[in-house]
């Protein structure tokens, strides 16, 4: 089995089509498909389901995907960590944030790290906490920055602050008061996250509970898609506060307190299998420090540091 063996099945999988996969890697596709043929006879397995949309892994497959991200990953992280040895934080740095931390926080991110870790180049993805913990757990990423509600043991994290989700109406939603119950918060239309967004199965989880069926009118699978939706008139949505900031927030009715309290929690979290790069501990501390800072800055509503005392 060669590097190469991997490479092209994890593009393959990525690509979900040897055509895309083929594009992207510059291979010709009867090339390629001999590869993955040689791969699937040398380990006397079927690696993937073809059909006529495209390809899928296997279950076998599943874990060659995984252990060969890994494999490709350190491989790629080598050359920074033997230069760290120096001293000097070197090398790539897979960053993952949920689309609602990153629409505050991405940029002043990237701009410091930028100015105090100039030889650590940071690769930055943008999605919904569970699609950005998937990537973590198979080690496309290195470390994220995401809301949890359940802290899964998978992961190593450090926990950063606690944040109080508030509903944030458009301006001609009625909404009396300046506090709203779950009962009345499931009979207002609503515009929500996706299934597979952390706030999203909180909430699925809280009105289940209290044996409430909210009114969904929308659902988006981006931030600023929620906002978007809210601002035409559609509806309300329920959202972390801290995520708000001036910018994000124009257009849009004043937030208000839900009781009881709903709380998420920001953290940052790496693969529990391997350690964090000397470049990727670097990172992990500027983004501490950052975030620590933003906070006392701006003192978002509803927002809890604990991070302890020493960022």
């Excluded at 040897?18 to 510059?26: K, Y």
């Excluded at 779950?182 to 299934?195: G, I, M, S």
């Excluded at 409430?212 to 898609?225: C, K, N, T, Y």
């Amino acid at each position: 089995m060669q590097l190469r063996h991997l490479r092209y099945f994890v593009s393959i999988v990525e690509a979900g089509s040897f055509s895309r996969a083929a594009t992207t890697i510059h291979v010709a596709q009867p090339a390629l498909s001999q590869q993955i043929a040689e791969l699937e006879e040398k380990l006397g397995l079927s690696l993937l389901q073809r059909s006529a949309r495209g390809v899928r892994p296997t279950a076998a497959g599943e874990v060659l995907y995984r252990e060969a991200s890994s494999i490709l990953r350190q491989m790629a992280q080598l050359p920074g960590i033997v230069r760290s040895s120096s001293g000097e934080a070197v090398g790539t740095v897979g960053l993952g944030m949920s689309s609602t931390l990153a629409a505050s926080l991405a940029g002043r991110i990237v701009d410091t790290c930028r100015a105090n870790l100039p030889r650590v180049t940071l690769k930055l993805a943008v999605a919904d906490s569970e699609t950005i913990r998937a990537r973590v757990e198979s080690h496309s990423l290195d470390m994220a920055l995401v809301f949890e509600d359940e802290m899964v043991p998978a992961f190593a994290r450090k926990l950063l602050f606690r944040q109080r989700l508030y509903l944030v109406p458009s301006q001609t939603t009625n909404v009396p008061g300046a506090v709203i119950s779950l009962a009345e918060l499931a009979r207002l239309p609503l515009v929500l996250p996706d299934q597979a967004n952390v706030t999203r199965r909180m909430l699925d989880r809280v009105f289940d509970a209290a044996g409430l069926r909210p009114a969904i009118m929308v659902e988006a699978d981006q931030f600023s898609g929620l906002l978007s939706a809210v601002r035409t008139g559609i509806g309300a949505t329920i959202i972390p506060m801290g995520a708000l900031d001036q910018s994000a927030g124009s257009g849009l009715a004043q937030p208000i307190l839900i009781e009881p309290p709903l709380h998420l929690t920001a953290s940052i979290i790496s693969s529990s299998d391997y350690p964090l790069t000397h470049a990727g501990e670097a990172v992990r501390g500027a983004l501490i420090q950052i975030i620590h800072d933003h906070l006392q800055q701006t003192r978002p509503a509803g927002t809890t540091w604990i991070g302890g005392s020493q960022p």
